[in-house]
């Protein structure tokens, strides 16, 4: 007997406005044309992936403190198994009871500005049967210093962690995803990701270098099922000014009014989760700072301007 035909189709999704006021009389059509085919199940939209994370496991590095910590806890609450990662065992194990079924979540402390702290937690994951389903590379660390001012091994310091340490990890866990033909990669980058403010020059190229990576990798890996997220949050009220590098290597050990006066570590998690569920590439949790992306986008000589005033400041 013949196959039945498969009347699915797959198109990319492109953005159309849901104001149905504002559509013209054609974008208006394949408005109600595309939901109409969604309900169906004519059409199957590609950014659809994981909106369910029981039985997931997701490794979350810098999961002792700040965003990492936040997300670990919405991540538990919704089913998923964690590996928690970063240097304090104790806060580690703080935030691990503070999680939903503790039991289930386990505690991997590394560091990652030191390759081979990396490859022996790699290691010992290996003799655990758990293949990670995500992989949530958050852990960082940011700058409070000219350039005149920082020492080289800051710069190494903090390029290790904030990027080397990313791509690490992502080509360990990758041959599993692609085997599997599904996985997430998920990388907390920064609006210093996008564009740079001064005594940030170490932070800022180390995010650059994450989001030209993963903008690569995605790219790469699309057709397989792997979907790859880069969050750029603006500020986010966590520990992140307390334990700036100072030119140094010294810890900054302020809370700055900016950081004092953000979004809280939760918001910025439920953002991140709720861009994880739609499969986007991109979220930039923040506040009004978020500003500076627009202006990047449409008026970069404006944005410069606005950057030097900073540095006289
Ligand atoms: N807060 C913001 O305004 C903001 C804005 C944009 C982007 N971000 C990004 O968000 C991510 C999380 O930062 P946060 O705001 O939550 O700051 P945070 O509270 O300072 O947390 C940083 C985390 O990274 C871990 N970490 C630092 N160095 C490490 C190392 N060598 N090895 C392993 N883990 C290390 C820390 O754990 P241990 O100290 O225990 O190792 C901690 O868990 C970072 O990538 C940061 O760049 C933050």
Known sequence: MEEPENHTIQIKLFKLSPIKEQMSGEYCW???????????????????????????????????SGIGAALARLLAAKGARLILSARSVDKLEAVRQSCLNPADQLCLPLDLADPASIEAAWNHLQEIPRDVDILINNAGMTQRARVLDTRMEVYRQLL??????????????????????TGQIVAISSLMGKFASPQRSGYAAAKHALQGFMDSLSAEVHSTGIRVLVASPGFVNTDVSLNALRGDGTLHGKMDPEQAAAISAEKCAEQIVAAMIKGRAEVFPGGKERIGLLLHRISPALLRRVMRKLQAN
């Open 30 to 64: 394949l408005y109600f044309a595309h939901n109409r085919a969604c309900k169906t199940g004519l059409l199957t939209v590609e950014r659809a992936t994981m909106n369910d994370f029981t039985g997931k496991t997701v490794w979350i590095t810098g999961a002792s």
């Open 160 to 181: 290790e962690v904030n990027f080397m340490a990313a791509v690490d990890l992502t080509k360990k866990v990758l041959p599993g995803m692609i085997e599997r033909g």
